[in-house]
């Protein structure tokens, strides 16, 4: 009941396409969905982050969209740049429980 | 701001041998974490300190590995006797408020290879 499942598992997408990675959950009282990126050597470092008050969150060309009934989120980055070529990871939480994280999906996008 | 400073950057040693992992948090920040990060299991939380109290240590593998935070700006990860299955990058991250919902500042891991 604490998996957080995350596809896909890798992703390769053109320049200037979109890249979308979903991520299921189960936990009822999760509260808190973060997703992270890590680039190869460095550590994870927060991207976006939504709370389940609303269903979208937007800052530049990354997007969290949010489905509370179907416990889904899903991240989005418009205009996919090679500089977005990195590890995005999803995760859960709530107040009283560590973050959940899914598996990871390495994004390749092509010049 | 430095961000989260460990130290070393990578490590490698024979098995039986000790091994101590160093971080250094952010100024201020309330929390800390320990993680391992491997290709099979993913990241794997170990160990949660709040005001340098252990909070949450059910993610500790074994009674090889011991952590401790002796004042807020100096948290170890140890292990003995080392195993090759510990092989793995090891993040410290620490975060501003007290739980797991506020954003994690993560360090730039120390790779860890246990001959």
């Known amino acids: 009941q604490q998996q957080v499942k995350q596809s896909p598992q890798s992703l390769i997408v053109q320049k200037g396409g979109i890249s979308i990675i979903n991520c299921a959950y189960e936990?009822?009282?999760?509260?808190?969905f973060p997703w992270y990126q890590q680039f190869p050597g460095k550590g994870p470092a927060l991207l976006i982050a939504?709370?389940?008050d609303v269903s979208e969150k937007k800052e530049g060309r990354f997007t969290i969209s949010f489905n509370k009934s179907a416990k889904q989120f899903s991240l989005h980055i418009m205009d996919s740049q090679p500089g977005d070529s990195a590890t995005y990871f999803c995760?859960?939480?709530?107040?009283?429980?560590?973050?959940?994280w899914g598996a990871g999906t390495k994004l390749i996008i092509k010049p | 701001d430095a961000g989260v400073i460990q130290s070393p950057r990578h490590e490698v040693t024979e098995m039986g041998q000790e091994v101590t992992l160093r971080c250094k948090p952010i100024?201020?920040?309330?929390?800390l974490f320990w993680y391992r990060q491997t290709m099979m299991r993913g990241l794997e939380l170990l160990i949660y300190?709040?005001?340098?109290?252990?909070?949450?240590d059910s993610g500790m593998p074994e009674d090889r590995f011991s952590a401790k935070m002796p004042n807020a700006s100096f948290s170890t990860l140890k292990i003995q006797p080392s195993e090759p299955r510990d092989s793995a990058v090891y993040f410290c991250?620490?975060?501003?408020?007290?739980?797991?919902?506020?954003?994690?500042?993560f360090g730039p891991g120390t790779r860890l290879t246990v001959l």
């Open positions: 936990n009822t009282a999760f509260d808190y």
């Open positions: 100024s201020g920040h309330n929390s």
């Open positions: 991250a620490s975060s501003p408020l007290a739980g797991f919902t506020d954003t994690q500042y």
């Open positions: 995760a859960a939480s709530d107040s009283n429980y560590q973050l959940i």
């Open positions: 939504i709370r389940p």
């Open positions: 300190f709040n005001n340098n109290v252990p909070i949450d």
